[in-house]
């Protein structure tokens, strides 16, 4: 037992989820340092969106506890159940919501099931076992069989339902499941790091992990290691950075082509990525100007969407206009934020009739944006509302992608070339700590669901403005210090 905190404790349903997503996590939960934990705006989201779609599924307020039970409410939330499984192991689940059903219980002629929420598309393990685990404990609590439970999500209009036969098969994989979550908390130390990092971004653990990384020189921290490559890589005895480093290119590259060529063809990036790192130095890799179309621009606009992407709702454009001084000079200080908030309510046309004034204002600056998004977003709109092939072309010519730019023209001592970290390496300051495209989607919901009637929700609507200015600057820095390394 790493701790007296184990002692007498059970396995919960919130251990089992988060273990699914990585076996570190659930650990980290259970004896990590609770300060070194970071809210994220993405549970958050969730929680609402699990209300919401609750509401909807029962067409009512969920009640809570026993005694909504014993009165055979449509749905109840607010259920502790608990129970001991065979091995002895203490087991407890605190189930999202019950809905009642047909059927015989203690109550009387009705019964319930468990129900869980789903963010996003795909059913795994983990809503099937979570269910599963429910059930189990659900089933000598109501004294009436569960032969199934509801996954939900969020669809085009409404909620998608997907039953699930909790059989003996899935209660088999969720026993094995317990014991390997069971046998990982019985560990000393936590887990490795999860080898897809990505992960991280929405983990509450983030920070600890992060730091952990960076000093061990863990393999995921460098750019262009994925999890696939990653233990491709472990199983060649190349297990982080410094070795990666130091690796050798005719050895790697041959190793790595046995994987497939996409890996081997990657092999002599992966090694000056991992050196540069090592080393904090960044390495130029062609020498031609990075940005030769802003030479003799009067101007450039610079242009961050915000979206939410479930709603598939690119909610906010917004642009800084940054002139030119007649001697040449970038001029910051006269540069003007300006934020378009599109209200899918009012129509594409409308949204389209707004930006094409902005961009045919100034039809020769040039259009500068961080990574692939808002230029295919931009292109989409255009060619829906009718644009005409030359418009494309010259739309399409406008937009300069400084992300590219930098892939094509540098390597940086970054773990990431996403505009945070890029920036962020240059000095970039974010006004607003802590704050990513996550909470910005938060403040958004929170502004859209209560639109005009409290001061807290326009508050949301300036922070989100605030945030995306600042994206717009990060791009501008990026774009400056590829001028200026020129
Ligand atoms: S931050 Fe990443 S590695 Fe750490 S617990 Fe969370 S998901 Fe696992």
């Known amino acids: 037992m790493p701790n007296k905190l184990m002692q007498g404790k059970g396995l919960t349903d919130r251990l089992l989820r988060n273990w699914f997503r990585c076996r570190r996590r659930a650990w980290l939960d259970k004896y990590g340092n609770a300060e070194r934990r970071l809210w994220t705006a993405h549970r958050t989201i969730q929680l609402n ?16 506890g026993v005694k909504a039970c014993e009165e055979g409410t ?18 407890e689940a605190h189930p999202p919501l019950l809905q009642r059903i047909e059927g015989e219980s203690r109550w009387g002629n009705f019964a319930y099931r468990p129900v869980l929420w789903k963010q996003g598309k795909r059913l795994t393990r983990e809503h099937r076992l979570g269910l599963s685990l429910v059930g189990l ?35 088999k994989q969720l026993s094995d499941s317990l014991e390997k979550l069971a046998f990982d908390l019985n560990r000393k130390e ?53 070795d990666l480093a130091a690796a050798d290119l005719i050895f790697l590259k041959e190793k790595l082509d046995y994987f497939g060529t996409q890996h081997g063809e990657a092999a002599q990036q992966l090694i000056k990525q991992a050196m540069v790192q090592r080393d904090g ?30 709603a598939k709702d690119d909610f906010l454009h917004g642009f800084v206009n940054l002139p030119r001084r007649k001697c040449g000079e970038w001029n910051i200080e006269s540069a003007k934020y ?38 295919l977003s931009l292109s989409r709109i255009a060619q829906r509302q009718g644009a005409s092939q030359d418009e494309l072309k010259a739309l399409h010519n406008r937009l300069i992608d400084i992300h590219a730019r930098v892939r094509k023209h540098w390597l940086l001592p970054v773990n990431s070339y996403g505009l945070k970290a890029v920036a962020g390496w240059i000095g970039f300051k974010w006004s607003q700590f802590e704050v ?39 791009t501008w820095a990026v774009a400056k210090w590829l001028m200026d390394n020129s």
Request: net charge neutral; aromatic share 6%; glycine share 10%.
């Open 281 to 310: 130095c960044a390495e130029r890799l062609d020498q031609k100007p990075a940005l030769p179309e802003l030479r003799s621009a009067p101007g450039v606009l610079i242009y961050d969407i915000e979206s939410d992407p479930d």
């Open 190 to 242: 936590p887990p490795p790091l999860t080898a897809d990092r990505r992960k991280c971004s929405l983990c509450s653990w983030r920070s600890l992990c992060g730091e952990e990384a960076g000093i061990s020189g863990h393999l995921s921290e460098v750019s262009g290691i994925g999890a696939r490559r990653l233990q491709i890589l472990e199983e060649l005895d190349i297990h982080n950075l410094e």
């Open 49 to 64: 969106d699990q209300q919401q779609g609750f509401t909807y599924l029962i067409e009512s307020k969920p009640k809570r």
């Open 436 to 474: 990513d495209g996550a909470k910005a989607l938060l403040w958004w919901r929170q502004w859209r669901g209560g639109r005009g009637t409290s001061r807290g929700n326009s508050n949301s609507l300036r922070r989100i403005y605030k945030y995306n200015k600042d994206d717009c600057l990060a």
């Open 137 to 171: 404990l659900l089933e000598p609590f109501q004294k009436a069989e569960v032969p199934e439970g509801l996954i939900i999500s969020r669809a085009n209009r409404g909620i998608k339902k997907e039953k699930i036969t909790l059989n003996n098969g899935l209660e």
């Open 74 to 91: 449509a749905g109840v939330v607010g259920i502790r159940l608990k129970g001991t499984l065979n091995s002895g192991q203490v087991i």
């Open 338 to 375: 300006h934020p378009l908030l599109i209200l899918a309510e009012n129509g594409e046309d409308t949204a389209w009739e707004r930006l094409k004034w902005k961009l045919d204002y100034y039809s020769d600056w040039p259009i500068l944006h961080y990574g692939e998004t808002e230029a």
